[in-house]
């Protein structure tokens, strides 16, 4: 099970982390991904680690923005996002696959229950 929370209400130009958490032993098998959904768009890719850390991935649209890290210790994922822009806005979702390489959004298994951030401009 994964719960994604952080997300809020932040000027443009402003910092959120978003943080995902597992329960359950699986964690350190899954690659971990994240995906935002705007209103009426359809769910797209953020950002992806491998299961170790030490591979990542970003779509264009937030390369230098935003960082993805986790811990495995602590079964969590997190997405730091700075330089906040108001097409950032969507509901953001963290999820699992244990497909190597780049997965594709329907090889993500596991999917938390997302959580909303608004960027006002």
């Known amino acids: 099970q994964l719960q994604a929370f952080g997300g809020g209400l932040v000027q443009a130009g402003g910092s959120l982390r978003l943080s995902c958490a597992a329960s359950g032993r699986t964690f350190s098998s899954c690659h971990m991904g994240w995906f935002r959904q705007a209103p009426e768009k359809a769910r797209e890719f953020v950002a992806a680690?491998?299961?170790?850390?030490?591979?990542?991935n970003y779509a264009d649209s937030v390369k230098g923005r935003f960082t993805i890290s986790r811990d495995n210790a602590k079964n969590t994922v997190y997405l730091q996002m700075n330089s906040l822009k108001p097409e950032d806005t969507a509901v953001y979702y963290c999820?699992?696959?244990?497909?190597?390489?780049?997965?594709?959004?329907?090889?993500?298994?596991?999917w938390g229950q997302g959580t909303q951030v608004t960027v006002s401009s």
């Open positions: 999820a699992c696959t244990r497909v190597a390489g780049r997965p594709l959004i329907g090889d993500y298994e596991y």
């Open positions: 680690i491998t299961r170790g850390g030490g591979l990542t």
